[in-house]
């Protein structure tokens, strides 16, 4: 098989890079180790930047999110049994995020894909990496017993923190930065009225809780829970009153409980490599990159490197420009560090932290403190929370 670009990993990234190329009709194949069904069983992010937005728009997939998903001007911060309000609109120069589940997104993904008869090969096993120095690059898989070979142009490693992709860059190439946290956070999806039109930041000495949504009848909470803790610990009255309990009064009082219908926990992680590019090899995403949940930032650096990579992929095939593919792992780059410190620094604002010192407590509620008091800390929160500029 040839193609121009391969892309491993059928998640958001992948498929949205190959949905923009072939668009501008440049040939790719999606390689997915997972069946479709199993990828959109995943429940992760639910904020989307206005950038990231406007991307899934030009790919001609924005209809739907344009339709039911929901734009939010601002969020709440709730801490010592108050709620003060974040206005990122006000605050940003009028831009806002949308709230729209990552797996809806995916889904209109993978019906665009597959409406420009794109090629997704799904439960692909044993993806290798071939030749990334030479001007012929290969990557070949196994399908039941049969082993395919696709020679292209580029390999684009999209495949997510546990892929492939990066591990084919030798470890004398490859740096890698990361920070672990001491605890997770349960998550939990429920059919029920959201408990606030805005997403609410708990900040409580008991741990962080989280109350987003999904639409106006599906919610989506989260608490900090230690990293020892497993989903079968968690019965659904245990979460719900936890929750209330990290909730001011009139916010628990008026939350709406019921059975979960879906309940996972994720370890908090921050981490980089670089560089990101290999040769022909171009990693994208969480392949690259992860940051904590906190500042909804992981599928937005997702899409800035893509974005980054269509158009260098764009100069290559349309003008034989090359400047944007030799800077693009110095570009992505520059603006995931500063997902980096942005997502860290709303984790250490907003958890609570077994180990602290009564110095760092000290710390922490100074921090918090000139947020909601200071104009000017919170525009710098607003501009990062909506996304810096690609
Ligand atoms: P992935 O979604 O991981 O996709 C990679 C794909 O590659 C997967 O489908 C995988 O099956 C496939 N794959 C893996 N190995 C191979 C292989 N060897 N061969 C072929 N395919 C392979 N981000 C935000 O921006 N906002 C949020 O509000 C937000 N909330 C989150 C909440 C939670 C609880 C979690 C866990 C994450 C959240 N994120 C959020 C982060 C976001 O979900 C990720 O950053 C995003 O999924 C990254 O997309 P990706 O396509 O790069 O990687
Ligand atoms: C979510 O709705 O899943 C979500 C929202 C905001 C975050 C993280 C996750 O910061």
Redo the contacts with the bound molecule.
């Keep these: 098989m040839k193609t121009q670009v391969c892309v491993?990993?059928?998640?958001?990234?992948?498929l949205l890079l190959s949905q923009l190329l072939h668009l501008k009709g440049i040939d790719t194949v999606v390689?997915?180790?997972?069946s479709r069904e199993y990828?959109l069983g995943r429940i992760?992010?639910?904020?989307?930047e206005h950038g990231f937005a406007k991307l899934m728009r030009e790919a001609q997939c924005g209809e739907r999110m344009d339709r039911e998903g929901e734009i939010h001007e601002g969020f709440l911060i709730a801490h010592d049994g108050r709620l003060d309000r974040i206005d990122l609109h006000g605050l940003s120069g009028g831009n806002s995020v949308v709230v729209y589940g990552?797996t809806e997104l995916t889904r209109d993904l993978y019906d665009a894909r597959a409406r420009l008869k794109g090629t997704v090969i799904h439960d692909?096993e044993d993806?290798r990496l071939n030749d990334l120095h030479s001007g012929r690059p290969s990557v070949s898989y196994r399908q039941g017993d049969e082993v395919v070979q696709i020679e292209c142009d580029y390999v684009i490693g999209?495949?997510?923190?546990?892929?492939?992709s990066r591990k084919a860059i030798p470890r004398t190439v490859l740096r890698e930065y990361e920070k672990l946290y001491p605890f997770g956070?349960l998550?939990v999806l429920s059919r029920t009225k959201p408990v606030s039109p805005e997403l609410i930041y708990a900040r409580h000495e008991r741990g962080f809780a989280l109350c987003s949504l999904r639409s106006q009848v599906l919610s989506r909470y989260?608490i900090q829970v230690p990293l020892t803790d497993s989903v079968d610990d968690w019965a659904d009255d245990a979460f719900w009153a936890e929750l209330k309990r990290r909730l001011p009064d009139e916010v628990a009082a008026r939350l709406l409980t019921g059975p979960s219908i879906e309940k996972s926990i994720?370890p908090l992680r921050s981490f980089v490599a670089e560089p990101m590019r290999y040769g022909r090899l171009f990693l994208?995403?969480?392949?690259a990159h992860?940051v904590p949940?906190t500042g909804?930032?992981?599928?937005?650096?997702?899409a800035s490197d893509i974005y980054y990579l269509y158009h260098a992929m764009l100069a290559h095939y349309q003008r034989g420009d090359d400047s944007g593919l030799d800077g693009y792992s110095a570009k992505a780059l520059a603006r995931v560090w500063k997902a980096q410190r942005f997502s860290w620094w709303m984790t250490m604002l907003l958890h609570t932290f077994p180990d602290r010192i009564d110095y760092e407590r000290k710390l922490q509620q100074t921090d918090l403190d000139y947020l909601l008091s200071s104009e000017v800390a919170q525009r710098s929160l607003a501009e990062n929370y909506v996304g810096l500029p690609f």
């Design positions: 491993i990993g059928g998640g958001p990234s992948g390689l997915e180790k997972h990828v992760r992010a639910g904020v989307l990552q692909v993806v999209a495949d997510g923190f546990h892929g492939v956070w998550g989260y994720a994208a995403g969480d392949a992860i949940p909804a930032r992981g599928l937005n650096s997702a």
